[in-house]
């Protein structure tokens, strides 16, 4: 049975020229009248549909196209079995798209009772050693956790939530105003339940109504070798419980590196400085030297200079994830002697007699000018 193909533009209440703004203004409108969540009468509600089909229809250039050719783009059948929306993917969409998000379908803009966790953040510190090599923590962690009378429900053993009697469940109030526009609908949340729709008539006795109550509990962390200060481990599930017992974020675990007595950390490397005196630079000498791994000897050989790095190669930090390690680098810091008594200064200036050192000659030479200097003067 062929039936009569529907009237778009009568629906939307447009003439036949109207332009897409004219359409977008006329649907925005009467959604706003019509919208299941503000006009819960039923017959408001087919309407809805109607008017929501309209406009995706009119919206579509080539859909319009057979409507004004005389033709119905979702006929065929698709308006007789009494289900307004085959042809296309629900009027949800639409609205959706229009509106954005929230209020697409009926009771969407209810806001839930049961909301996820916030995440939570702990810091953590620990020594070089513990950043280096890894290490198993027990942590003392404070959070929301599920309250155990109610099992998150926030009501008394025994007893349920009840629909809002303000609301009447939907978890919004309408106020009507009337401007130089028209009628303009404004919705709010709810007071009397917070958005939620829902009353709590007996709140549970552990947690009021919230659903979570704080505790202690002690948690287990797995340090990964290599980690670095201001990093952070994730505990994925251990966060804050949500309001109503809702699923819980994330714990993030923040690493304080203490400061090494001996070792500056830059990434997978370690520094250290050793003093040596001028006269073991000169002759040369041997070093014990306490690293992450034990004791190591090092070579200091003769004529070392200031300023020299020794590279332990492999004897830094673990790089992370990783089976390859930094190095330690060894920068020798020469100590030249201040005070010396009468008999240390004759040996000196002996000393630099013998190497016919001047010693009034190298104050001013230094650095390039002062050898470009030094070869000039030869
Ligand atoms: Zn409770
Ligand atoms: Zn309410």
Do not use: W
Not at 4 to 24: C, H, I, Q
Not at 56 to 81: M, N
Not at 320 to 334: C, E, K, M, N, P
Request: proline content about 5%; aromatic content about 4%; hydrophobic content about 35%.
């Amino acid at each position: 049975m062929a039936e009569a193909p529907r009237d778009y533009y009568a629906t939307l209440g447009v003439g036949r020229d109207a332009t897409p703004e004219e359409l977008k203004r006329a649907y925005r409108r009467l959604a706003r009248e019509l919208h299941p969540d503000v006009n819960p009468d039923e017959g408001a509600q087919n309407r809805f549909k109607e008017v929501t089909i309209a406009y995706e229809v009119l919206s579509d250039p080539e859909k319009r196209r057979i409507v004004d050719l005389g033709g119905d783009p979702l006929g065929q059948g698709a308006g007789t079995a009494g289900n307004p929306f085959a042809g296309f993917g629900g009027f949800g969409d639409v609205f959706e798209a229009f509106f954005g998000g929230a209020g697409a379908t009926r009771g969407g803009a209810r806001r839930s009772r049961v909301r996820p966790g916030a995440d939570a953040l702990l810091q953590m510190s620990l020594t070089l050693e513990e950043a280096a090599f890894g290490v198993r923590r027990e942590l003392n962690v404070e959070t929301a956790v599920v309250c155990d009378k109610c099992q998150g429900s926030g009501c008394a053993p025994g007893t349920s939530p009840r629909t809002c009697a303000s609301c009447g469940g939907t978890g919004e109030m309408q106020s009507v105003q009337r401007s130089f526009l028209g009628q303009v609908v404004t919705t709010r949340a709810c007071v009397a339940c917070a958005g939620t729709g829902e009353q709590i008539p007996h709140p549970c006795p552990g947690c009021g109504t919230e659903g979570r109550v704080r505790a202690r509990r002690t948690i287990t962390v797995d340090v990964p070798s290599g980690i670095e200060d201001g990093m952070r481990i994730r505990l994925a599930g251990q966060g804050e419980v949500g309001p109503g017992g809702g699923p819980a974020g994330d714990l993030y675990v923040e690493v304080a590196e203490k400061r090494h007595e001996t070792f500056l950390r830059e990434g997978s490397d370690l520094h250290c400085t050793i003093q040596v005196p001028m006269t073991a630079a000169a002759l040369g000498t041997d070093l014990v030297l306490t690293t992450l791994d034990g004791e190591e000897k090092l070579d200091i050989r003769a004529g070392t200079q200031h300023g020299t790095v020794f590279t332990l190669r492999g004897k830094g930090v673990p790089r992370l994830r990783s089976s390859q390690r930094g190095d330690l680098l060894v920068h020798v810091d020469v100590r030249v002697p201040t005070r010396l008594d009468d008999e240390q200064e004759r040996l000196l200036r002996e000393l630099a007699a013998l190497r016919h050192e001047d010693v009034s000659a190298v104050t001013r030479a230094s650095g390039l000018f002062g050898k470009v200097r030094d070869a000039f003067n030869r």
